[in-house]
Nanobody, 115 residues
Framework: VQLQASGGGLVQAGGSLRLSCAASGSISSINIMGWYRQAPEKQRELVAF???????NYADSVKGRFTISRDNAKNTMYLQMNGLKPEDTAVYYC??????????WGQGTLVTVSS
């Protein structure tokens, strides 16, 4: 299975974006999937994950603003991002969680938030 993120773009602070993660195969067997991001000169960080049972968890920095979801029937995962801040600027990736189980990383999708 390969995962490819899309939906990024340029948005003003306070705006919204919805990212999608399309899988080349079934995601039903993937227990935990997540969204990671990497800002310039910073390490990649996990911002949200969702289990096969729908349990979600968020980094403190995005809690209350981001919502993760998955549709196993469509083999797609989503990240709804509201109230975007300049510090959310990063390349966003989707992959398995924990990172030690990660599949080959895709190119990610760039989110740029202007102030």
């Amino acid at each position: 299975v390969q995962l490819q993120a899309s939906g990024g773009g340029l948005v003003q602070a306070g705006g919204s974006l919805r990212l999608s993660c399309a899988a080349s195969g079934s995601i039903s067997s993937i227990n935990i999937m997540g969204w990671y991001r990497q800002a310039p000169e910073k390490q990649r960080e996990l911002v949200a994950f969702i289990t096969s049972g729908g349990v979600t968890n968020y980094a403190d920095s995005v809690k209350g603003r981001f919502t993760i979801s998955r549709d196993n029937a469509k083999n797609t995962m989503y990240l709804q991002m509201n109230g975007l801040k300049p510090e959310d600027t990063a390349v966003y990736y989707c992959n398995k969680v924990p990172i030690g189980l990660a599949l080959r990383w895709g190119q990610g999708t760039l989110v740029t938030v202007s102030s």
